[in-house]
């Protein structure tokens, strides 16, 4: 599913965000990717929908080079991942439920399923009754369940999660990865990017440890961490 290859990415004018950074995920992994902020946890996620590219080294994502594609490949590559941003990246001049449904809409999907599947999203993340309502009048919580309840809707094959839960409460951040974990069970490739070694330890998920941007870990367990 996602293959690094000697990956190094560094920034203008001599700033190293990842170096030497091989890393192997198989489809159907649910893997966490911890760190501090800084060690290079967006970058590595960034890469992988083509956000960025290498400086050096070579990036496969879903069969795809991406140091050989083009800006059309890397849009037919975001049709098969969900992406959560950690600034959530939400259309601001569309309704909450437009912003859920956005991703059905540009595969071609009809209004009224994609609307059914958007409001169940919506009411098991708590937001039905803002499903008319604007990103910018939403508290920072609700914009990000929103732009978690976006990047499931249309069941991609892989989804990238930057701090997904930074700004939820315990119950909230439960519903979250109840549902990374649904999708993970039929199938879908998970990587969460966080600092949060409570939810880490608690699931007990294969774990890859950034610092500095080196792989510095890579734990089957992440309670071997502690």
């Known amino acids: 599913m996602i293959n690094f290859s000697n990956v190094h990415k560094i920034y203008p ?11 192997k995920v198989r489809e ?4 966490f990717v911890a760190g501090a902020s800084g060690a290079g946890k967006s970058t590595l996620l960034k890469l992988m929908f083509g956000a960025e590219r290498a400086t050096r080294g070579e990036v496969l994502v879903v069969g795809r080079n991406l140091s050989e594609v083009g800006a059309q490949g890397i849009a ?3 049709r098969e991942i969900g992406i959560i941003f950690q600034d959530y990246k939400l259309l601001t001049r569309r309704s909450v439920i437009d912003n859920v449904a956005f991703g059905l809409e540009v595969l071609g999907v009809k209004k ?3 609307y059914d599947l ?17 990103p910018p009048t939403l508290s920072g919580g609700e914009q990000q369940r929103v732009a978690i ?3 499931l809707i249309h069941k991609p094959r892989l989804i990238l999660a930057d701090e997904p839960t930074g700004n939820l409460d315990p119950d909230m951040t439960k519903v979250v990865f109840d549902l990374l974990l649904e ?11 966080t600092h949060n070694l409570a939810v880490i330890e608690e699931l007990n998920l294969r774990t ?9 870990g890579n734990f089957q367990s992440p309670r071997a961490l502690g």
């Open 118 to 134: 958007a409001m169940q999203l919506l009411e098991v993340l708590g937001l039905a009754d803002r499903a008319h309502s604007l």
């Open 149 to 151: 309840a976006r990047a």
């Open 76 to 78: 037919y590559l975001r």
């Open 13 to 23: 004018p001599d700033q190293p965000a990842l170096v030497s950074v091989d890393l």
């Open 208 to 216: 890859i440890v950034l610092d500095n941007g080196k792989i510095i």
């Open 28 to 31: 159907r992994d649910f893997v």
């Open 112 to 114: 009224k399923p994609r």
């Open 183 to 193: 999708a993970n069970a039929a199938g879908v490739t998970v990587l969460v990017a």
